[in-house]
Structures are given as structure tokens and as C-alpha cells.
């Protein structure tokens, strides 16, 4: 005979929750983010944030976007609230790319050749967010 299954207190519930969302937010997301500002600001010091720019420029035109949209954060003043609106479906659509491939995709066993075609599509996804938001701005 099994013992009698009690329900957890909520304020259980909710301490084990706190515990998780912050290692989350410690050993993924914060390091993420860190890591994003320190590439950028390596492009930026470096000037190759500006090589970028020229690089892509002529695609992000499409968008009504600067080349250094590619790279570049609304806090340099490169960006205006426009261009995030333009850019915020694509970040949405796929912003997580890398961690997708490592953390899911690798661990549910997706077979290695369908990755690729994973990836193209999520880019694509992300042109038609961008040229929409471009038509209705």
C-alpha cells in the first residue's frame, strides 16, 4: 500500500519556482545577454560594426533597416523605435537560434542533416516578419 499523496503547500510551489526562474536567469539567460553586449562592443571598438554595416546594407535596405541593424543596439543611436519594430518580429522569430540547436534540438535527437533546413526556415520566417512590419510602418 502506497502513502497517501499530500498537495504542496503554494508557498512551496512558488520558493521551488523562484529557485528555478533564477537559475535560469543566472546559468542561461544572463550570460546570453553578457555575451551579446560584449561581441557588439568588440565590433564596435574594433570598427568592424561599420564593416558590417557596408556588408549588409544593401539587405537590410529591404527592410528600411541600416546595415548596422545586422549588429548594431538602439542604445548607440543606430536604431530608431522604428527600426525596432521592423526588427522585433525577427528577434522573436529567432533571437535563440544557437540555444535551440544545443539545448533542444541535440537533446531531443533531431537528426543532424534536418538542422539546417530548421535554421533556413526560421530565417525566412524572420525576412516576411520583417518586410510585413515594413509595409504596415
Not at 512551496?12 to 536567469?25: H, N
Not at 571598438?45 to 558590417?52: C, D, P, R
Not at 529591404?62 to 545586422?70: I, R, S, T
Not at 539545448?103 to 538542422?115: D, E, W
Request: aromatic fraction near 6%; charge should be positive.
Amino acid at each position: 500500500m502506497s502513502a497517501p499523496q499530500s498537495n504542496p503547500v503554494i508557498t512551496d510551489v512558488f520558493v521551488e519556482g523562484a529557485r528555478k526562474g533564477w537559475s535560469i536567469a543566472t546559468s542561461s539567460t544572463l550570460p546570453n545577454v553578457v555575451m551579446a553586449f560584449i561581441i557588439i562592443k568588440a565590433l564596435e571598438i574594433t570598427g568592424a560594426l561599420k564593416g558590417l554595416g557596408m556588408i549588409f546594407a544593401p539587405l537590410m535596405g529591404l527592410f528600411g533597416l541600416p546595415g548596422e541593424a545586422a549588429g548594431g543596439l538602439f542604445d548607440k543611436g543606430i536604431l530608431t523605435g522604428e527600426h525596432l519594430a521592423i526588427l522585433a518580429p525577427a528577434i522573436y522569430l529567432m533571437g535563440s537560434q544557437v540555444q535551440y540547436l544545443g539545448r533542444i534540438l541535440g537533446v531531443i535527437g533531431t537528426r543532424a542533416k534536418r538542422i539546417p533546413l530548421m535554421i533556413v526556415i526560421s530565417v525566412v520566417n524572420a525576412f516576411l516578419a520583417m518586410l510585413l512590419m515594413r509595409i504596415i510602418l
